[in-house]
């Protein structure tokens, strides 16, 4: 694959920048909660951070297209497509818990080949890019090896995320597993990334939740997949199965598959 140009790279890392000061003023405050269609929560926060960015892409970069949770789409049949999540994570960030974070992402043709997980509070940031090592602030960082389900460290984000086609999956990782976690939200793959979790699998995700995780975890060393072991595009189905290592990975999609 292209190394992702660095003019994309230093973007995404200007709007992780905006995205945190908007973050921090909101944090622990008593900021309103909308809930939106689909009865998820949403804040002035979501909004404005969005907004930023939106407007910074379209300044350096008018050509290309946009995908966000909280202000839709625009020219996303463009080659390349800015895809991002504001604040992934909303109902950690309205109860305080820190395990949110800012997901940017830039897709080619539908493939993520640019991802941040940016956690505003800790002044974390990992970056992974097409022909770029994911980094932590700066620093290489890798996955870590681990050869079997019964040794893993896994999380999902909550077993009510899961329907009852993907719940029984679930179930049976969980009950595989060495440990079994909850409620993570994006910070699951960043630690899955750095070498600290092993597996993660979850259902009913949309593009904004998943592609920029996608980079972050694959130049790393690890894999990043839907259920079926497919590549994960804008277009995917929403299940993801990410692990450090490739054999855990085809242990976790058999369990998956039933």
Known sequence: ??????????????????????????????????????SSPVTIADREVEAAMRALIREAFPGHGILGEEWGSENTGAEYVWVLDPIDGTKAFITGKPSFGTLIALCRNGVPVLGIIDQAITAERWLGAAGHPTTLNGQAVRVRPCDDLAKAYAYTTGPEYFDETTRPGWD????????????????????????????????GLKPYDYC???PVIENAGGLCTDWQGRTL??????????????????????????
């Not at 909101?26 to 309103?32: H, I, K, L, S």
């Not at 855990?248 to 598959?257: E, G, I, K, N, T």
């Open 1 to 38: 694959m292209t190394a992702c140009p660095p003019e994309f790279i230093a973007l995404a890392n200007r709007l992780a920048d905006s995205a945190r000061p908007v973050i921090r003023k909101y944090f622990r405050t008593p900021v309103a909660v909308d809930d939106k269609a689909d």
């Open 172 to 203: 049976r990782i969980a009950a595989r597993v060495k440990l079994p976690r909850y409620g993570c939200d994006c910070y699951a793959y960043a630690l899955l990334a750095t070498g600290f979790v092993d597996l993660v699998a979850e259902a």
């Open 212 to 214: 920029a995780l996608v």
């Open 233 to 258: 595009t804008m277009d995917s189905g929403g299940t993801v199965c990410a692990a450090g290592d490739p054999r855990l990975h085809a242990q976790a999609l058999a369990v998956l598959a039933g």
